[in-house]
């Protein structure tokens, strides 16, 4: 089985720009799987940032973008504020119905 | 306004059968391409996509847990529903729904989610 990986955790300056990846145990994240990203803190429900790679959804600010780098999906937060320490998870479409989570990531803004 | 709403026994024993509803309103689950997922987080980790309904019936799994799952909808009373058999500590967790884009040109992604629902086994 696919297993989805992203690094656990991460840090970033505040005004400064991280990127999150969100890869294949084997094989490329490529657009065709659709690649999502959601924002989570703690004792919330996710709230949907990124959907079919790069597409920002409503409301989003647009220091957050999505792209595919490499054979990885990506996730760019460029001017890291403090509300956005929080997990971040990516999702992919993996056909036939089924989608799956990556482990997520832990930002800390510090 | 989209909103949806889980519900369902907090506690429930080993071996038992859980029981969620997920609650719709702003959207019919019978209008094509809406869509309704379930996914669940255990305490201090990470989600995990459980199943899918599409306003055609359509159902899907995960592979790791679709002999256990299954998923209904009654569009009438908008409500969608998971059942998890044989429940164990380890599917202590917070269960949400969502809607979910289930086309490609709906992208597979999930819009709106649900506040969740807490579930814990113990005996």
């Known amino acids: 089985q696919t297993v989805v990986t992203q690094e656990p955790s991460f840090s970033v300056s505040p005004g400064g720009t991280v990127t999150l990846t969100c890869a294949f145990s084997s094989g490329s994240v490529s657009t065709s799987y659709h690649p999502s990203w959601y924002q989570q803190t703690p004792g919330q429900a996710p709230r949907t940032l990124i959907y079919?790679?790069?597409t920002r959804s409503s409301g989003v600010p647009d220091r957050f973008s999505g792209s595919i780098l490499g054979n990885k999906a990506a996730l760019t937060i460029t001017g890291a504020q403090a509300d956005d320490e929080s997990d971040y998870y990516c999702?992919?479409?993996?056909?036939?119905?089924?989608?799956?989570f990556g482990g997520g990531t832990k930002l800390t803004v510090l | 306004q989209v909103t949806l709403r889980e519900s369902g026994p907090a506690l429930v024993k080993p071996t038992q059968t859980l029981t969620l509803t997920c609650t719709v309103s702003g959207f019919s689950l019978g209008t094509s391409a809406m869509c309704v997922s379930w996914i669940r987080q255990p305490p201090g980790r990470a989600l995990e996509w459980l199943a899918r309904i599409d306003w055609d019936d359509d159902k899907y799994y995960s592979r790791s847990l679709r002999t256990r799952l299954s998923i209904s909808k009654d569009t009438s009373k908008n409500q969608v529903v998971l059942r998890l058999t044989n429940m164990g500590p380890v599917d202590t967790a917070t269960y949400f729904c969502?809607?979910?884009?289930?086309?490609?040109?709906?992208?597979?992604?999930?819009?709106?989610w649900g506040k969740g629902t807490t579930v814990s086994v113990s005996s």
């Open positions: 079919n790679t790069d």
């Open positions: 999702m992919v479409y993996m056909g036939s119905g089924i989608s799956v």
């Open positions: 969502a809607r979910t884009g289930c086309t490609s040109t709906s992208f597979y992604y999930i819009d709106v």
